[in-house]
């Protein structure tokens, strides 16, 4: 993240620009990053709207709680929830401070509270105890971003070791679980509950069977959940990124000489921004999508979904 980040460009999120060139198509290079990877680190740097989301007043006085929200997606979420006028709480793991200060500053420029909540998902007493400490430093909660996520990309399933297999299990759906049944002794009627999920669940990589099959059952989770929860009032949905420029990719989550096409595949030709998938999480968290229950919003630059 540029230090200058609390600039704003004339050019924002609602500017009319054709979606082919609103950002280039990245060739990474093929070099990887310890696990869980660093946004300041990330080559090329990618856009988490620090400098071009534009608020329009859609989450005024809103408290959400967003899970990686120190990097990629989940910061991209934190800022723009902040500059919709929400106070946002964000957990990380301990190795990522650094990422998770550089967008305590943006949310605070905003005017915003932001709430650091460090810790390690797979452990259960974790995801009990991040709830309480963000209704306590925000004064409550209405939103839940279950937006954190492993990916190990390996070649073949007799690679996944079953500490790679738990702890994907653990980060992705188990903590999902956990942490949803957390919140719903806080959250009123009108809340919004929000699931990251992924193209691989239904394309799945042949590389990424562990994280995949993560990925199918949250969505699953999301529409079963969103039934159960309907008649108290709280909106559960899902958000289904495809290949978007974040640390999770080069931290392992491709195989390394994949990198150099990243997202050139899907039908837009390029890799999304982090920052073009916030109007989704906006969207399904704000009282305008009082109606949408249990809906997969896909932002995958073009490809065909169920
Ligand atoms: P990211 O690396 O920036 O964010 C993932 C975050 O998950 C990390 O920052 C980390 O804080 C958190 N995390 C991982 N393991 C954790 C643990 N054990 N305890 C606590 N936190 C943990 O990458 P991202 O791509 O923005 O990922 C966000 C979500 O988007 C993930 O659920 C990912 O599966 C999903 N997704 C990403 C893509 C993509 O192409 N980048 C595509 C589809 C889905
Ligand atoms: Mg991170």
Not at 47 to 60: A, C, F, K, N, Q
Not at 251 to 262: I, N, R
Not at 290 to 301: C, I, K, P, Q, W
Request: charged content about 20%.
């Amino acid at each position: 993240m540029a230090s200058d980040d609390t600039d704003t460009t004339t050019t924002d999120q609602l500017t009319f620009q054709n979606p082919v060139d609103r950002y280039p198509s990245i060739s990474p290079p093929e070099e990887t990053q310890a696990e869980p990877g660093s946004q300041r680190e990330l080559t090329p740097a990618a856009d988490l709207g620090e400098h071009s989301y534009r608020g329009t007043g859609r989450l005024v006085g809103r408290k959400a709680l967003i899970t990686g929200g120190d990097s990629g997606i989940g910061a991209a979420v934190a800022i723009a929830f902040a500059r919709e006028g929400a106070d946002v709480a964000i957990s990380y793991l301990p190795a990522e401070e650094e990422d998770a200060r550089d967008v305590e500053r943006v949310v605070t420029a905003a005017g915003r509270t932001a709430v650091l909540l460090p810790g390690d998902l797979t452990d259960a007493d974790f995801c009990a105890s991040v709830v309480d400490r963000a209704v306590e430093g925000l004064g409550g909660l209405d939103v839940l971003v279950n937006n954190a996520g492993k990916q190990i990309a390996t070649e073949s399933i007799h690679d996944i070791t079953d500490e790679q297999l738990e702890a994907t299990y653990q980060a992705n759906i188990l903590a999902m679980f956990r942490l949803t049944k957390a919140a719903l002794k806080h959250l009123p009627p009108g809340s919004a509950i929000i699931n990251t999920t992924s193209v691989q669940a239904y394309e799945p990589s042949p590389t990424l069977l562990d994280y995949a099959s993560t990925k199918a059952a949250i969505n699953n989770f999301t529409k079963g959940l969103a039934q159960q929860l309907a008649p108290q009032g709280i909106r559960v949905n899902a958000v289904a990124p495809g290949p978007i420029w974040t640390p999770l990719q080069p931290s392992h989550g491709q195989p390394a000489e994949d990198l150099p096409e990243f997202g050139q595949s899907v039908p837009l030709g390029r890799a999304g921004q982090p920052t073009e998938l916030a109007p989704a999480y906006v969207f399904l968290a704000s009282p305008e999508s009082s109606y949408v229950l249990g809906e997969t919003l896909n932002v995958n630059g073009g490809s065909p979904t169920p």
